[in-house]
């Protein structure tokens, strides 16, 4: 064995150890806190694997759907691409269901959408949705007809969710049940940051002995293309990971030379933007998807703490900021990282897809990864969320809600934040 090869093996057991092990999929044993319901739902230790499979393909669906929803909503309100008008999704979701046909003005859009695929160029935006295409839908004529197929799919959920549901007696409840079911959407904004940084200077107030090391965000999200307000120019972008280190150093709570952030996302989209993102840092645009109009106000907390933002990570973000962020292809309703050593976890806007059963698999894997004495922060009111944390050995620390914005002749837009603590230590 020659000099060379040994240091060249060493290299490589070097890179194998760096490497942090990946997702693994959960055990019956691991899902011991679920035991009760899953044995109430008729799921024993041997129709377990099969039942966390089921969960993990139709998973693996949605995460699709998500994507193919955001490319309807791309192709509906972008300007970038086409000089066509852009078409606001709800009203095209009420002329569809109506009609039950595809209106031509979209057909118009989709055919300006597959031919600035075609063709090459474009901005970011345009390119994450031109791999979207070629990942997910056929190749050569028949991308079209699919393409179609999609906008009826993602416009039958609009229709339920801005017109029935609305009109429901159980609003609330309705909008909740379809969230279960639908596609995997990315959808991000600064706003996720407000209450997050609330949670965070209340757990520095009380107990300011708190550092924070390692830190786990779980489905970070990207902004590819909101149902509404589409805003071109700015590049898709993940903000959690920037808006949470920069919440945590100007508190106090971590050090910028002593902090880890692991970003763990289903979708491997996301997952390769963050990890792009780590090694070459981004300029950040923090503006939010809220516009102000003669109805709507945003409080003036909301804006300081927009106007506050990247003030401790900079503009664009400093590299060994950026180097604190790794990112990880993670189902965390079916799989878990092998860490077991988070000071904190947080899950924003990604709990109302999960039903109460996978909202328990999932709140057992959050608990398990936690270091004991580690802080889960949240921002899902549902009830069954009591239950679900207590049995999973997770208490309710604090709880805060804040406006965002005031809407003149209607309630405000508001948002929460629940700070939960594993016990130990
Ligand atoms: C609506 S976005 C929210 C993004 C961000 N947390 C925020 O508050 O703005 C939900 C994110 O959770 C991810 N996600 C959904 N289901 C997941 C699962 N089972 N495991 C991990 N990530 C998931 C999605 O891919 C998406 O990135």
Not at 200 to 224: C, K, Q, S, T
Request: hydrophobic share 45%; charged share 20%; glycine share 6%.
């Amino acid at each position: 064995v020659s000099p060379r090869s040994l240091i060249l093996a060493a290299v490589l057991l070097h890179a194998v150890a760096a490497a942090p092990p990946p997702a693994r999929t959960i055990t019956w044993q691991e899902a011991a806190p679920a035991h009760g319901r899953l044995g109430a739902a008729g799921i024993t230790p041997q129709s377990f694997p099969a039942f966390i499979d089921r969960i993990a393909r139709t998973n693996a669906r949605r995460v699709r759907e998500g994507d193919l929803d955001h490319l309807v909503f791309y192709l509906l309100q972008s300007t970038t691409f086409t000089k066509l008008p852009p078409i606001e999704p709800a009203l095209s979701a009420r002329t569809f269901a109506g009609t039950g046909e595809v209106p031509l003005d979209v057909r118009a859009r989709v055919r300006a959408l597959l031919s600035a695929v075609r063709s090459g160029g474009g901005d970011a935006r345009l390119s994450y949705f031109r791999a979207i295409v070629r990942a997910l839908l056929p190749a050569g004529n028949a991308a079209e007809g699919a393409l179609l197929q999609e906008y009826g799919r993602a416009m039958k959920f609009l229709y339920e969710k801005e017109f029935v549901a609305q009109k429901s007696d159980r609003r609330a409840a309705d909008i909740a049940e379809l969230y279960r079911t639908r596609g995997l959407s990315t959808d991000t904004a600064v706003e996720a940051g407000f209450l997050v940084r609330e949670g965070l200077a209340v757990l520095h107030a009380v107990a300011p002995e708190f550092r924070v090391r390692r830190v786990l965000i779980v489905g970070p999200g990207l902004d590819l293309a909101p149902r509404t307000g589409l805003i071109d120019a700015r590049p898709p972008e993940s903000y959690q990971p920037w808006t949470v280190i920069d919440a945590l150093l100007s508190i106090g709570l971590a050090r910028s030379d002593d902090l880890q952030v692991v970003c763990a996302d289903i979708n491997p989209r996301v997952v390769e933007h963050i990890r792009r993102a780590a090694a070459k840092p981004p300029r950040l645009t923090f503006a939010p998807e809220i516009q102000e109009t003669a109805t709507v106000s945003l409080t003036a907390d909301f804006r300081a703490y927009v106007a506050d933002l990247g003030k401790a990570i900079g503009n664009p973000v400093q590299p060994s900021i950026a180097r604190a962020v790794t990112a990880e292809r993670l189902d965390i309703v079916t799989q878990r990282l092998a860490a077991r050593d988070f000071d904190l976890a947080i899950a924003t806007n990604i709990l109302p897809y999960f039903d109460d059963m996978e909202l328990l698999l999932a709140l057992s894997n959050i608990a398990a990864m936690l270091a004991p004495r580690g802080v889960f922060l949240h921002n899902e009111p549902r009830p069954a969320m009591e239950e679900v944390s207590r049995t999973v050995g997770l208490t309710l620390e604090q709880a805060r809600t804040a406006i965002v914005a005031n809407v003149r002749g209607a309630p405000p837009l508001v948002d929460s934040v629940f700070v939960h603590r594993k016990p130990g230590g």
